[in-house]
């Protein structure tokens, strides 16, 4: 057996978050794209079983009240803010990222001082950032600067309203310095808006512990939550009284029953409600989120650098000369929980790798992305996934 083999073996040996794979209902593919929809954790299915049968079938619209339905999304919320490093009563469960995004970038202009028409979006985002972005910027009459991350303290002026940031560049798996850039972008007196996509459930975030104003995520990545699950907005406590939601739904309403013709915010969290939750989807998320109990996202976010650093090993070792280049930051400070790797014809390459049982993805044109999810995700999948690719790409002895 090979040397990496036999070093796989001992790290999945030693590695205290082995056991939870267990948890998830997985096959002998490796899966390398829970990056883009998490595995299924395996009690899950029951639970979604109950609320269908009892919750829905038998108690029908006591279930409201009876079966906790209504406040569902603040509940889910307080269970999110451990993972991204945020006190209770801060984070509501609800609608897309993509909705989250114009919620919390119209509301970051109107949490801005008077008179800054300026919206900094980070130039490499998510495309649906930069789409919403530059809708929320024409109705509110501001002018979007695309910005690299590392450039926005030289980008920031008094003229800076609100920075709109990925906190893992989804392409490259390129981590961005989440607490140095708040910290400039308080500084010029401009609100920090971060998606964190691609870092919840992967790594630590620190949203209180570094100051920042508004966040959004998705929860089917990282989170496990299911395909759509819904998204999360983060709005720091200091700015809630504030908030000023541009999507004032009933369910966001002090007295949502009074059902009164003027709107009246609620406080906290439930401010960026906006209509009736996605109750199904919702409670699966839920149900998900319990592989997360005893879990510390510093462990999760050592085995994450362990595995990437280990794949990047195993690739250099196995693939053949100048087939593949890492995008990825060698640096740890500066990676997320990805590897993506060049390759000039990664489509035909990322195709015949899914055909022999490593599933990763495919970023037009060139680039290879592999996503390492610690929780079920070990070491021998990486030599497993490093020796498959390398045979793909020609090496003759992999
Ligand atoms: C996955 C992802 C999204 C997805 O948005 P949806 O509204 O859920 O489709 C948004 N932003 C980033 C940075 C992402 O990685």
Same mark, same amino acid.
Do not use: C, I, Q
């Given at each position: 057996m090979s040397d990496l083999r036999e070093r796989a073996q001992a790290l999945d040996t030693g590695? #205290?978050?082995?056991?939870?794979?267990?948890l998830f209902t997985l096959d002998d593919t490796v899966y390398l794209d829970g990056n883009s929809l998490g595995a299924l954790p395996r009690h899950v299915p029951a639970r979604v079983q109950e609320v269908l049968?009892?919750?829905?079938?038998?108690?029908r619209i006591r279930s409201w009240g009876e079966s906790g339905w209504w406040t569902a999304p603040e509940r889910i919320g307080d269970r999110i803010a451990p993972i991204v490093g945020a006190a209770a009563g801060q984070i509501v469960v609800g609608d897309s990222t993509s909705v989250n995004v114009f919620k919390a970038l119209v509301a970051a202009t109107r949490l801005a001082p008077e008179g800054r028409d300026e919206i900094l979006v980070d130039? %490499?985002?998510?495309?649906t950032d930069g789409y919403i972005a530059a809708s929320a910027a024409r109705m509110t009459g501001h002018r979007i600067v695309p910005v690299d991350p590392a450039d926005v303290p030289d980008a920031?002026?008094?003229?800076?309203?609100a920075v709109l940031l990925n906190h893992?560049?989804? %392409?490259?798996g390129r981590l961005h310095d989440l607490p140095g850039l708040t910290a400039a972008v308080r500084a010029a007196g401009a609100i920090a808006v971060w998606d964190l996509c691609h870092s919840a459930g992967a790594l630590p975030v620190g949203l209180d512990e570094h100051g920042v104003d508004l966040a959004v995520g998705c929860t089917?990545?990282?989170?496990?939550?299911?395909?759509g699950s819904p998204a999360y907005l983060y709005v720091a406590e200091r700015h809630q009284a504030s908030f000023?939601?541009?999507?004032?739904?009933?369910?966001?309403? #002090?007295?949502?029953? &009074?059902?009164?013709?003027g709107y009246t915010p609620a406080d906290g969290?439930?401010?960026?409600r906006v209509g009736t939750p996605d109750i199904l989807s919702m409670l699966a998320l839920e149900a998900s989120l319990?592989?997360?109990?005893?879990?510390?996202i510093e462990a999760v976010r050592a085995k994450s650098l362990a595995l990437t650093d280990f794949f990047l090993e195993c690739v250099e070792a196995? &693939?053949?000369?100048?087939r593949v280049t890492s995008?990825?930051? #060698? #640096?740890h400070a500066e990676r997320g929980s990805q590897v993506a790797l060049r390759c000039d014809d990664a489509e035909p390459v990322m195709a015949e790798l899914i055909a022999r049982g490593v599933v990763g993805d495919l970023r037009r044109p060139d680039v290879l992305r592999f996503g390492f999810t610690?929780?079920?995700?070990?070491f021998a999948d990486a030599e497993r996934a490093a020796r498959v690719l390398a045979g793909v790409l020609g090496a003759p002895t992999a």
């Open positions: 590695d #205290a978050l082995a056991p939870l794979r267990e049968t009892r919750e829905w079938g038998e108690l130039a %490499r985002t998510f495309p920031l002026g008094p003229r800076t309203a893992v560049d989804y %392409r490259s089917y990545k990282y989170l496990n939550g299911g395909p000023d939601s541009p999507l004032p739904g009933w369910t966001s309403h #002090a007295d949502p029953f &009074a059902m009164t013709p969290a439930v401010r960026g319990d592989v997360w109990d005893g879990v510390g196995y &693939a053949p000369e100048g995008v990825t930051p #060698a #640096a610690p929780l079920y995700v070990g």
